[in-house]
């Protein structure tokens, strides 16, 4: 997606005025259909939309000589990662004494692999932490993804930890998340039938 990304902003300056609108999928239909498709093709599955297939890839996946810079946004925020990484690499504490006992405690679950903090799991691999900018980003992609079903926070969860990331609060913010999405409101598991009063059953003995 990066080359497509590259080969477009490449096409853009020859034009002398150019906007981009990015659609939902819900307005684009076209969009939706080749989605699908791609995943549930076969011989006789009805074509709504002409498709064609491309044997070879429209760009090349090495950058040209001619362009040889390449810039990637890295974020400089600080997270709850920089402290327990700062004590594993360098042994350095925070000031703050219960900050500082939290993270000595807490630093055993935790191990560095390539320059990433990873999470030791009781029975799974090892989780890779995430920042809460890439949590966002990472919720977003499941939930609403190619296999997103919007089934709700707990289910949310519970994928993001199968697919191997871990971060403070995670059941927390996959709710938050899930209550803020339109689509896990809507089709979510909930009770919508009125309450109504219980009605008494009289018995004329006990277990009858």
């Given at each position: 997606m990066e080359a497509y990304h590259s080969a477009v902003m490449q096409e853009a300056r020859s034009f002398n005025r150019i906007k981009f609108i990015q659609l939902p999928?819900?307005?684009n239909e076209d969009a939706d259909r080749l989605t699908?498709?791609?995943?549930?093709?076969?011989e006789t599955l009805a074509r709504v939309i002409p498709i064609g297939v491309l044997c070879q890839l429209s760009i090349l996946e090495e950058p040209s000589s001619s362009d040889p810079w390449q810039v990637n946004a890295i974020p400089c925020e600080p997270s709850w990662i920089d402290p327990i990484?700062?004590?594993?690499?360098?042994?350095?504490?925070?000031?703050?004494?219960d900050e500082a006992r939290m993270i000595r405690s807490n630093a055993a679950k935790y191990a560095i692999m390539h320059n990433q903090l990873y999470r030791r799991s009781y029975l799974g691999p090892?989780?890779?932490?995430?920042?809460?900018a890439e949590a966002q980003q990472i919720l977003r992609t499941i939930d609403e993804g190619v296999c997103g079903n919007h089934s709700g926070g707990r289910?949310?969860?519970h994928k993001a930890m199968t697919q191997?990331?871990?971060?403070?609060?995670?059941?927390?913010?996959?709710?938050?998340?899930s209550q803020s999405c339109d689509k896990c409101q809507r089709f979510g598991p909930l009770i919508y039938q009125?309450?109504?009063?219980?009605h008494v059953m009289a018995k004329p003995w006990p277990f009858a």
């Open positions: 999928r819900e307005r699908c498709s791609a995943s549930s093709s076969g990484i700062t004590y594993i690499q360098d042994g350095i504490l925070p000031k703050q004494r090892y989780l890779k932490c995430e920042t809460p289910s949310l969860t191997g990331y871990f971060w403070p609060n995670m059941v927390r913010d996959a709710e938050e998340f009125p309450p109504e009063d219980l």
